[in-house]
Nanobody, 117 residues
Framework: QVQLVDSGGGLVQAGGSLRLSCAASGRALNDSHVGWFRQAPGKEREFVISSDGRGDGAFVRDSVQGRFIISRDNAKNTAYLQMKYLKPEDTAVYYC??????????WGQGTQVTVSS
């Protein structure tokens, strides 16, 4: 059974940085398509960034382009979301996910990111 555990969220001032972690068990991330999503209060969950792990680059939401980077540590079977120059509009619960075929099938429990102005 695949389990994803999200961590690393917190309260940060605008312009600051955070690194989120997604620790996986039951599946190797090195050949998986891994993504991060977020959901702000009163809004639908939205795609943020993903990487297919084949070195073909990342898929990135326009609003975070140049500020967010996705990476993974295969030895730790953990994916990361490095976030820089955070803005109040980045405030949300962030979830990692692993895709199978065309479906985002596995999800972490989410971690809260709050950016104060």
């Amino acid at each position: 059974q695949v389990q994803l555990v999200d961590s690393g969220g917190g309260l940060v001032q605008a312009g600051g940085s955070l690194r989120l972690s997604c620790a996986a068990s039951g599946r190797a991330l090195n050949d998986s398509h891994v993504g991060w999503f977020r959901q702000a209060p009163g809004k639908e969950r939205e795609f943020v960034i993903s990487s297919d792990g084949r070195g073909d680059g990342a898929f990135v939401r326009d609003s975070v382009q140049g500020r967010f980077i996705i990476s993974r540590d295969n030895a730790k079977n953990t994916a990361y979301l490095q976030m820089k120059y955070l803005k109040p509009e980045d405030t949300a619960v962030y979830y990692c996910s692993v895709r199978e075929s065309t479906t985002w099938r596995y999800w972490g429990q989410g971690t809260q990111v709050t950016v104060s102005s």
